[in-house]
Nanobody
Framework: QVQLVESGGGSVQAGGSLRLSCAAS????????MGWFRQAPGKEREIVAA????????YYTDSVKGRFTMSRDNAKNTVDLQMNRLKPEDTAVYYC?????????????????????WGQGTQVTVSS
């Protein structure tokens, strides 16, 4: 069982920055690929970024490339999402997710929008 708790959401003006963090419980954190998803009102949940358990394979959706950076610290059981140059269209509830994988470079089912565990979400609001 893995429990995920997000933090760091809030309100910011366009062009600003926020850093989201996700703390995971459990001793097998390094066996999980991790992802950040978001869901805006009236829209489907979409993947924002995903990282392999080795940290060497990172995926970003096109709309955040060059602005967002995902990282993980397996010793601290945390994953972060640094969000820079935020836009109003980044406004959404952001969710942390974990998917157990067998390969160090694998992203599991995250790119299909599936995960074994989900956090409760944290609101990010970007005003113009």
């Amino acid at each position: 069982q893995v429990q995920l708790v997000e933090s760091g959401g809030g309100s910011v003006q366009a062009g600003g920055s926020l850093r989201l963090s996700c703390a995971a419980s459990g001793r097998t954190f390094s066996s999980y690929a991790m992802g950040w998803f978001r869901q805006a009102p009236g829209k489907e949940r979409e993947i924002v970024a995903a990282i392999s358990w080795s940290g060497s394979n990172i995926y970003y959706t096109d709309s955040v490339k060059g602005r967002f950076t995902m990282s993980r610290d397996n010793a601290k059981n945390t994953v972060d999402l640094q969000m820079n140059r935020l836009k109003p269209e980044d406004t959404a509830v952001y969710y942390c997710a974990a998917d157990r994988v067998a390969l160090s470079l694998g992203l599991g089912s995250l790119l299909r929008g599936e995960a074994d565990y989900w956090g409760q979400g944290t609101q990010v609001t970007v005003s113009s």
